[in-house]
């Protein structure tokens, strides 16, 4: 992994255990001595290598792009960890200020406003090295009773969600915290395949060092452009607006694609 360049941000993490009790961890050390004049409070799930703590410091794709736009409206990011139901109830609630890798959707317009789009995510089956199924359709699969892994409150596109509430469908479909946790269902027996975005699920073979069990299908959803939420209800929608328009000139300047580099 490439070192990235520090940003100074400002953090705190909050992590919730299982059991919904918040548990403080240490504040991360700023790099430098700037002083910011505001911070976004930043909602987040362990989702490597998009947003993830290690090391003692919250890091990954979607987290340095928008420290990047932040620090340029001269503000930090405070991060709280919940899981992705919890977060998108907080956005609505005015709670929490940002969340990353969302799809922009009629629903979530009502209580959120989006960036601009600043990547694709799309959605491959990973299913265990041994497994002969070769088709493309996530019906096909299905039809076999073949389970799949989901992460809970994903939204994997219209075609997906019509299957996950399709009568004969709907029960094939096993939810969990984290993709990861979905991966390691595959080794219980749980389920049969993992549905999950191509850059993360490489990540996670490659971490788990699972790449003797686990392939990629041929069975891929196209790609949806994903952006950072924004509460509608947050005080700081000045910032947020600076905050976007900073975002815009990344992807302009197409600097997203070196953030993703520095974690392949």
């Known amino acids: 992994m490439k070192t990235v360049k520090s940003l100074a941000i400002i953090t705190a993490l909050l992590l919730v255990a299982c059991g919904g009790e918040e548990k403080k961890q240490p504040q991360e050390q700023a790099t430098n001595t700037k002083q910011y004049d505001c911070s976004i409070t930043y909602g987040w799930e362990s989702r490597k290598p998009y947003q993830f ?56 317009k009502v209580f959120s406003d989006f960036s601009i789009a600043y990547r694709e995510e799309s959605f491959i089956l990973f299913i265990p090295v041994g497994d002969s199924f070769t088709g493309d359709s996530l019906s096909n699969f299905l039809s076999f009773g073949n389970k799949v892994g989901i992460s809970t409150g994903y939204y994997y596109g219209d075609s997906t969600d019509d299957l996950m509430n399709h009568p004969q469908y709907s029960n094939l479909f096993v939810a969990s915290p984290t993709n990861e946790a979905s991966f390691f269902n595959v080794e219980y027996g749980r ?26 299908s041929g069975l891929v959803i196209p790609a949806d452009s994903v952006a950072y939420m924004f509460s509608k209800k947050s005080a700081k929608q000045d910032k947020i607006s600076m905050i976007k328009a900073n975002l815009e000139q990344i992807v302009a300047n197409n600097q997203v694609e070196s953030f993703i580099k520095n974690y392949q």
């Open 53 to 108: 703590f290690e090391n003692n410091k919250m890091q990954g794709i979607d987290v340095d792009v928008l420290a990047k736009a932040a620090d340029s409206a001269n503000c930090g990011l405070v991060f709280v960890e919940k899981s992705w139901s919890e977060l998108l109830e907080d956005v609505e609630a005015g709670k929490i200020d940002v969340i990353a890798g969302a799809t922009p959707t009629e629903e979530r």
């Open 191 to 216: 389920v049969n395949g993992v549905l999950v975005d191509p850059i993360e699920g490489r990540y996670i073979v490659k971490r788990k060092g699972m790449g003797s069990k686990m392939k990629e």
